[in-house]
């Protein structure tokens, strides 16, 4: 088999030309193959995990083409990436259909909740949540920094499209948050998995240095 330095999973729901192109940008010496082949996913050295549409789709996708284990193969042994669904799909249950996850993480997918859904000034946000947003970074139990944001300002804005969003059970793998309008999580991170809810591979230059992080990183 040949060598595949990034493999991008292809389920059928993700933005993968995207995240593929954004990846050969950042990484041109590397290869970057988007995949549905098991063996292919298991075998490359780093595996980014994209999605967009409905958690349930999602994962009646990911089982008809009988990725499951080696996407949770990939995400317990070498450095791995969720993007958007593929944040969500780590965790327990998601209430969009009430669907359950891969299990990785302890928590749930909440919607946004209507009652919530105005600003300061009493005027109504919209549900998706679109567009730029600040994410804060969350130092570590050490007070530093995760290696993937190496380059980015905590504050610096990201773009979103999403309804739902992650509530962990356990804050310590919260590495960034953002506010719409109450706090939510937008990265996670432990040990060789990080993940986010926002684009990278839509975020321009803040984007761009994200997935330069990732594809050089030795966790």
Not at 114 to 135: I, T
Not at 168 to 175: K, L, S
Request: glycine share 8%; aromatic share 10%; with cysteine.
């Amino acid at each position: 088999m040949r060598k595949i330095d990034i493999a991008v999973v292809d389920y059928g729901m993700g933005n993968l030309r995207s995240v593929s192109k954004a990846l050969e940008h950042v990484a041109p010496a590397k290869s970057v193959l988007v995949t549905n082949c098991p063996d292919e996913i298991a075998n490359a050295e780093r595996v980014v995990f994209p999605g967009q549409g409905a958690m349930p789709d999602c994962i009646r996708e990911l089982d008809a083409r009988g990725l499951r284990e080696s996407v949770l193969f990939a995400a317990h042994n070498k450095p791995f990436m969720g993007i958007c669904i593929g944040l969500q799909m780590l965790f327990e249950h998601s209430e969009e259909g009430d669907a359950a996850g891969l299990g990785l993480f302890e928590g749930q997918v909440k919607r946004f909740a209507a009652a919530d859904m105005h600003d300061e000034h009493g005027e109504k946000l919209k549900v998706p949540h679109m567009g730029w947003n600040q994410v804060y970074q969350v130092n570590d139990s050490k007070n530093a920094t995760h290696a993937l944001w190496q380059g980015i300002e905590s504050g610096t804005r990201f773009y979103y499209v999403h309804s739902y969003y992650v509530a962990p059970a356990d804050e310590a793998v919260v590495t960034g948050y953002s506010c719409y309008p109450n706090q939510f999580t937008s990265a996670i991170a432990q040990n060789n998995l990080f993940a986010v809810q926002f684009h990278p591979e839509k975020s321009a230059t803040a984007g761009l240095q994200l997935l330069h992080n990732f594809v050089n990183w030795q966790p």
